[in-house]
């Protein structure tokens, strides 16, 4: 069993519609989640982090994390046609080791 | 804005020379690391380090070894390059400060190995 696990995709969605990808992860002392935005050829950006359960919102993202399911989630409202992009979900295992470790990501295409 | 700089953007390499690859980062972040992706395999740690001088394996590190003399430079070895070290590979750079530290990444340099 992968440590991250995500749903390659693709996941297309129309334009303006809500994008929901979807994240579980192994280890139940994980600390911290994140959400990761990659373009083709470019480097990963940070789009959001949460650590307590529930859900945090942040413009038109949302971050939803259910610890006790192991389940971590990204909604995105209103999508846009510059939404489309590999959405990397990544978690710090624990405290004494601050590395990430990613899932292998989920491609979203927003069609216009 | 945080920069994680690293030295080259492409690189080819010979299977058996031994590649340097360079990250400065300019935040005085204390945790660097360096990651490689792969299609379909996502981003895997290779090493990461804490602080000057000391280094720990990540979860990929057979062919690899890693150099932090000063805080803002952490550089990637390959001591005798192969083809399967081909691959992009990624720095990134963080603070040690709270639980969701978020991580700054390089442009990435994609070496390929002939």
């Known amino acids: 069993q992968k440590e991250v696990e995500q749903n390659s995709g693709p996941l297309s969605v129309p334009e303006g519609a809500i994008a929901s990808l979807n994240c579980t992860y192994s280890?139940?002392?994980?600390?911290?989640f994140f959400w990761y935005r990659q373009y083709s050829g470019k480097s990963p950006e940070l789009i959001m982090s949460?650590?307590?359960?529930g859900d945090k919102e942040d413009g038109r993202f949302t971050a939803q994390l259910n610890k006790a399911s192991q389940y971590v989630s990204l909604l995105i409202r209103d999508s846009q046609p510059s939404d489309s992009a590999t959405y990397l979900c990544?978690?710090?295992?624990?405290?004494?080791?601050?590395?990430?470790?990613f899932g292998s990501g989920t491609r979203l295409q927003v069609q216009p | 804005d945080v920069k994680v700089t690293q030295s080259s953007r492409y690189l080819v390499k010979r299977t058996g020379e031994k590649v340097f690859l360079e990250c400065v980062q300019d935040?005085?972040?204390?945790?660097m690391f360096w990651y490689r992706q792969d299609p379909g395999l996502g981003l895997r740690l290779i090493y990461f380090?804490?602080?000057?001088?000391?280094?720990e394996k990540g979860d990929i590190p057979e062919g690899y070894s890693v150099s932090r003399e000063k805080k803002e430079r952490f550089s990637l070895i390959l001591e005798s390059a192969s083809t399967n070290q081909t691959s992009m590979y990624l720095c990134?750079?963080?603070?040690?400060?709270?639980?969701?530290?978020?991580?700054?990444f390089g442009q990435g340099t994609r070496l390929t190995v002939v």
């Open positions: 990134a750079s963080s603070h040690d400060d709270r639980v969701d530290t978020e991580a700054f």
């Open positions: 280890d139940r002392v994980s600390q911290s």
């Open positions: 949460i650590y307590s359960n």
């Open positions: 990544a978690v710090i295992k624990d405290t004494g080791r601050r590395a990430l470790t």
């Open positions: 935040m005085d972040h204390e945790n």
């Open positions: 380090s804490y602080d000057v001088k000391m280094k």
